[in-house]
Nanobody, 132 residues
């Protein structure tokens, strides 16, 4: 059972990048999938979440209109399409999956002690660097 995030890299301001979160050993469609990021010296921040119930999607305000999350069930993958990237988007991006929950539950799973969301599976982070 594994969740793998990939697709990070070095881009310039205004460029686009697509991150992938691929699952193996379980069916990702049954899971809510959240993307979060952590910039150097900052707390982890939730970026987006796609629900397992109805594929409704929530975005944090700073990425609304620029980032898009989608599922590809044929490839057991969730994508994070990032457009109009800004230097403040620079961070390590993580994907995580939680079985059959809403995004409200995902947000509510935030643990201030661990500074993390309580999710079933986590992928290793992928670094996104946006140069100015």
């Amino acid at each position: 059972v594994q969740l793998q995030a990939s697709g990070g890299g070095l881009v310039q301001t205004g460029d686009s990048l697509t991150l992938s979160c691929a699952a193996s050993g379980f069916t990702l469609d049954y899971y809510a999938v959240g993307w979060s990021r952590q910039a150097p010296g900052k707390e982890r921040e939730g970026v987006s979440c796609i629900s397992s119930y109805d594929d409704s999607i929530d975005y944090t305000d700073s990425v609304k209109g620029r980032f898009t999350t989608s599922r590809d069930n044929a490839n057991n993958t969730v994508y994070l399409q990032m457009n109009s990237l800004k230097p403040e988007d620079t961070a390590v991006y993580y994907c995580a999956a939680d079985y059959w929950v809403s995004c409200t539950a995902v947000v509510g799973s935030w643990d201030p002690l661990t500074q993390n969301y309580d999710m079933d599976y986590w992928g290793k982070g992928t670094l996104v660097t946006v140069s100015s």
